[in-house]
């Protein structure tokens, strides 16, 4: 599966949910990931992070297509990150 | 189609990104809209972004598929936006 993450959390939890993003996807933007996943992968990704957000407070919404097929990327004026960049 | 628009832009520009952006799409989050546009609508949006951006320093990056069915969406902790919050 092809999956986006896209998260607004409290400043002191943004490291911990970009470790974990970092682990299963790559950095498209300032709180953005995209790549692919297995559907393990992505039920522990979510597991993950649900253990460290508190859920009154952050938000993560992830956008999920059977695969990259049915999804088209486009960048308008610089492409920070994507495929490739795992920093 | 369905569309997701997530944004870096520079703080000066992101009050006209946001008022572009609200004219066709659902706010989501901080610097995330998605909602269905026809391919016109899309193209208008794009034009409309091109011209308020410096591509020499923002990135927007638009994520789009053929219809909502392919793609599903899963809101881990607050849902700040989405499908009928228009701002």
Known sequence: MFAIVV???????????????????????RSVFQGELT???????IAA?????????????TY??????FVESTTLGVRLGGPGDIL
């Not at 999920?64 to 097929?69: D, I, K, N, V």
């Open 39 to 45: 559907t393990a992968q992505y039920r522990a990704l």
């Open 7 to 29: 998260y607004d959390t409290a400043v002191e939890r943004n490291p911990k949910v970009l470790k974990i993003c970092r682990k299963y996807l790559h950095w498209t933007q």
């Open 49 to 61: 992070l649900r253990a460290v957000i508190d859920p009154d407070h952050d938000s993560i919404v």
């Open 64 to 69: 999920t297509a059977r695969s990259p097929e």
